[in-house]
């Protein structure tokens, strides 16, 4: 245990004597955190059939395994009378989601996944090579995305215990404001599941350049269970330049539907709405509001990823591997070794878990699927791993 802790801290000593708390990353390994390395790794293996796609344990992108509740699947079929319209009745989407967060309809700017909002966030206020000022590992999409459009991000190192470090990244904001475009904050962050608490939020929207913009993504808002944590959204209501990004994609088990959403400021959604390509679906649209609706569903999965998130670390916990106390529909073991073939071992015993986080190479991300995925991914990881004498993370 106490070599563990001493490796750790060397690992993020390490990581920050090396980087710099300036980061400028080569494309590459911006790459390799998000989707295109996914993809790219998913080539490398070669093609794989929707048998086998239907026969894998999918837990390596944080989705919803149980699938879209009854009232959110009815209210989706009974739109496809409208699958050949420009102009039909979308089910008042965007007023559901105002009535939501108490906000107005001019406050709330729809994306095809909050994908989309994190992408027109990026065009925004990155044109012209600005920065997009964030922590590391994050999620990977805002920094791959800055890249893209020949833009760039500073990268502030996670501290020792894996939280985001605000402090120094109000400081550099503060320092360097004038290159940069928009401060980014994942709460709770991915890929570590760790909240940003309430007070470290505030100390960011008051301490930061009174107009720079704040983009606040909340997409595993949901399952958070500790009141540590507060959405972003009162700060809209102040009038505050604060960007919430939010996705139906994860509580709402709407990921292939594509639906998510900004809410912001007017002035702000003014700017934002040319970059977005306004290309939801009816049927999404339709099924976005039931699940709106449908709270109780709702706190069904959370109940349901919180206990089996539960019963897998501490299964992996008794079996001697420190986890990363999470808030969300994932979380992070410590495996003590490369991550990379322990992907392919779970791979070969048709499981999918995630992909790297550099510079967390040792750790692997775990999303929560249902029992017998996890029960399944339990026993795989007991035949990949030796038993390990007992060790207790959160206790340090
Ligand atoms: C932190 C975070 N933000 C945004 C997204 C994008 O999700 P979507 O585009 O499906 O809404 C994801 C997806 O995994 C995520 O983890």
Redesign the pocket.
């Known amino acids: 245990m106490a070599k563990h802790a001493v490796s750790r801290r060397n690992f993020m000593g390490g990581m920050a004597a090396a980087v710099g708390y300036l980061s400028t990353r080569p494309t590459a390994e911006l790459w390799a955190q998000g989707g295109p390395a996914a993809v790219a790794a998913q080539r490398a293996r070669g093609p794989m059939s929707a048998e086998m796609y239907d026969r894998m344990v999918k837990i390596s992108?944080?989705e919803n395994n149980w699938g879209p509740p009854e009232s959110v699947m009815k209210s989706m079929n009974a739109a496809w009378k409208y699958a050949n319209r420009y102009g039909y009745p979308d089910g008042g989407i965007v007023q559901a989601i105002a009535d939501h967060h108490g906000v107005k309809p001019e406050n709330i700017l729809l994306g095809a996944?909050?994908?989309?909002i994190?992408d027109v966030v990026g065009t925004t206020y990155l044109m012209g090579g600005k920065k997009a000022i964030g922590c590391d590992p994050s999620?990977g999409?805002v920094y791959q995305h800055a890249t893209a459009i020949k833009a760039d991000s500073i990268r502030v190192p996670l501290r020792a215990d894996y939280s985001l470090d605000t402090s120094k990244m109000i400081e550099l904001a503060n320092q360097r404001a004038s290159e940069i475009g928009f401060y980014y904050l994942?709460n709770p962050n991915?890929p570590t599941g760790i909240v940003v608490p309430k007070d470290e939020v505030k100390a960011i929207v008051e301490g930061l350049p009174k107009d720079m913009p704040i983009l606040i993504?909340e997409?595993?808002h949901h399952f958070v269970n500790t009141d540590r944590y507060e959405t972003a959204v009162p700060y809209v209501l102040e009038g505050r330049p604060v960007i919430v990004?939010r996705?139906f994609?994860k509580i709402a088990a709407l990921?292939a539907m594509?639906l998510?959403y900004a809410v912001a400021p007017a002035p702000i959604i003014r700017q934002m709405r040319p970059f977005s390509m306004g290309s939801i679906n009816v049927l999404v649209k339709h099924g976005g509001v039931a699940s709106l609706k449908d709270t109780a569903a709702q706190a069904e999965v959370k109940r349901k990823v919180i206990d089996l998130r539960t019963k897998t670390t501490a299964a992996l916990n008794a079996y001697g591997y420190d986890t990363i106390p999470s808030e969300t529909n994932f979380f992070m073991v410590h495996l003590g070794r490369d991550v990379q073939p322990v992907i392919q071992a779970f791979r070969e015993k048709e499981i999918s878990v995630g992909r790297p986080f550099p510079p967390m190479t040792q750790h692997l991300r775990v999303s929560i699927g249902t029992a017998e995925d996890m029960d399944r991914f339990v026993a795989a990881y007991k035949q990949i791993f030796p038993a390990k004498s007992q060790t207790n993370f959160a206790a340090r």
């Open positions: 992108s944080n996944g909050s994908g989309e994190l999620y999409s994942c991915n993504d997409a595993y990004a996705t994609s990921a594509r998510g």
